[in-house]
Every structure is written in structure tokens, then in C-alpha cells.
């Protein structure tokens, strides 16, 4: 067990509807990822947040948002989703502080949400 | 821009060999971590291993191996006595160091299985 939760597990849903995702990072990491992963695409960085501010942002589409609330837990909310969307999203986490010459920390990933769009 | 190409797709052994997955990463940045993944048929992603750029030497873990050779840009991982418990897929990725905690670039992945 990483110590990080993501809900829910499995999702069905049909095209053009909005869904959230929601993450608990490990207790005291203050980064928190998303991550998608698709048969296509393989692992894709979406979104990193670090104490409640967006930090770095990858392939993440317009539809695609996300959040870091005070208590560190994040949510990924995707809308008007499609067929393409269908994929196991994964959130991660990591300790120590962001800045120039840090440690890249290892991340830690929860067991992922499988999304999958009728 | 950086990149991890994992050229093996699918690897199959037979149970008790060894086996080594392999892992190019290109990148302009000086100073990197590379990392390994597992991803058991269950799909959480496990955590392996961390190497540091300026940390060239060889780590072994138990029947795991890492060979990281910077002049080849490689680091590759090699399972010994391979087990049935190693079928997986396994991810290598790739993160920048000067601004911190920066996210992971991950290969296509090499999937792994292990026949009794």
C-alpha cells in the first residue's frame, strides 16, 4: 500500500457528461500528479499541484481541470468527456519542497481510477 | 525535451532465467533521476528504484540489478532467477532536477512474463 487513495476505483459513464476524480496524497507530501494512462499514449503526465498551487502542467487537455484544496487532497475533473478519454488515471505524490538543485523524490501512486466512456 | 524509449516491448522467459529489460533516456539537463516502475497485472504502479544522475554505480537489490551507464545513456535492469511473481509490466522514467520534484517522463514500457 503507497498511502495514496484515489476514488472511485472504476467509473462508466457515457460521452459528453463530467466526472471527478479525487486523490488523497501520502500524509505530509505536498506535491500531488496526475497521471493518465491509455493503450495508445502509454503514462502521461497531466497535472502536478505542490501545496495548493498548479506547478507544472504536461499533455492535459482544455476539458481537463484540476484542484489542490487546503487539506492537500486533489481533484481532477474531466467534461464534455469522449470515447478517447477511456483510460486508468492515475494520481501520485511526493515529499520535500520544489526549488532549484532539490532531490527528485521518488512518487508514490495510488491504484489509479479506470474511466471508462461509453 | 526528454524522452525514455524502452525498445522491448514484450519480453517472455521461462521461470529461473535471468532477464534484462533495457532503457535509453535522452536528456540536455546535466542533472536527472531516472526511475523504475513495476506495474503488476493488478495496475497499481510499485516504486523500484531512484538513481541519481551523479550516482553511476551499479545497485543490487535482491534478484533485481541496475546497470545505469551514463556515456550510453543507459539504465538497464536485470532480474535474476526470474519468478513467476516478476510478470509485469515495468516502466523507466526520467525526471529533470534544478527546479525539484519535477514529473516523471515515462517509456512505452516492457511487459514481462514469466512462464512456470
Known amino acids: 500500500d503507497s498511502g495514496v487513495t484515489q476514488t472511485p476505483k472504476h467509473l462508466i459513464t457515457a460521452t459528453g457528461q463530467r466526472v471527478t476524480l479525487r486523490c488523497s496524497p501520502r500524509?505530509?507530501?505536498?506535491?500531488v500528479y496526475w497521471y493518465q494512462q491509455s493503450l495508445d499514449q502509454g503514462l502521461q503526465f497531466l497535472i502536478q499541484?505542490?501545496?495548493?498551487?498548479?506547478?507544472a502542467k504536461g499533455n492535459i487537455l482544455e476539458r481537463f481541470s484540476a484542484q489542490q484544496f487546503p487539506d492537500l487532497h486533489s481533484e481532477l475533473n474531466l467534461s464534455s468527456l469522449e470515447l478517447g478519454d477511456s483510460a486508468l488515471y492515475f494520481c501520485a505524490s511526493s515529499s520535500t519542497r520544489v526549488g532549484p538543485g532539490l532531490a527528485n523524490n521518488e512518487q508514490f501512486f495510488g491504484p489509479g481510477t479506470r474511466l471508462t466512456v461509453l | 525535451a526528454q524522452k525514455v524509449t524502452q525498445a522491448q516491448t514484450e519480453i517472455s522467459v521461462v521461470e529461473k532465467e535471468d532477464v534484462t529489460l533495457d532503457c535509453v533516456y535522452e536528456t540536455r539537463d546535466t542533472t536527472y533521476y531516472l526511475f523504475w516502475y513495476k506495474q503488476p497485472p493488478s495496475g497499481e504502479l510499485v516504486f523500484l528504484i531512484r538513481?541519481?544522475?551523479?550516482?553511476?554505480q551499479n545497485e543490487i537489490s535482491g534478484r533485481y540489478s541496475w546497470n545505469f551507464q551514463k556515456s550510453t545513456s543507459s539504465f538497464n535492469f536485470t532480474i535474476t532467477a526470474s519468478q513467476v511473481v516478476d510478470s509485469a509490466v515495468y516502466f523507466c522514467?526520467?525526471?529533470?532536477?534544478?527546479?525539484?520534484?519535477?514529473?516523471?517522463?515515462f517509456g512505452k514500457g516492457t511487459r514481462l512474463s514469466v512462464i512456470a
Open positions: 522514467a526520467l525526471s529533470e532536477v534544478f527546479t525539484g520534484n519535477t514529473p516523471l517522463v
Open positions: 499541484y505542490y501545496n495548493g498551487e498548479e506547478r
Open positions: 500524509s505530509g507530501d505536498l506535491s
Open positions: 538513481r541519481n544522475s551523479f550516482d553511476e
